[in-house]
């Protein structure tokens, strides 16, 4: 695997990442049924390879991306990587708004 740096961080990240939006689902007719034994190995599978960095966002998988990593990063996968995840800005109005679906989105990830 190739890596660069992160910008002005003291991190480098692999030259390819993960990213969770096209997941592999159990229905085609219903994003939100993630394959989860297969994504699981092919998050697992990608991270022994050496990516390091995973993309999510709040809509990915109707809203069950982010939750599904919280459980496929499990076992030491979650300390491997760095973790992007995007805010739905169609629903942020205040920063109450912002903080009130990040606190309840991470309650959620890692509940």
Do not use: C
């Amino acid at each position: 695997m190739q890596y660069r740096r992160f910008g002005n961080l003291d991190w480098m990240s692999s030259a390819l990442g993960f990213g969770a939006m096209r997941l592999p689902t159990t229905d085609p007719e219903d994003r939100s049924k993630i394959d989860e034994p297969l994504a699981t190995r092919m998050i697992r599978y990608a991270v022994d390879h050496g990516v390091n960095y995973i993309d999510t966002a709040y809509p990915y998988h109707n809203g069950e991306s982010e939750r599904f990593l919280g459980r496929a990063l499990k076992d030491g996968y979650r300390e491997k990587v760095r973790l992007a995840t995007k805010l739905p800005m169609w629903a942020i109005e205040t920063v109450r708004d912002a903080d009130s679906i990040l606190n309840v989105r991470l309650e959620n990830v890692y509940s």
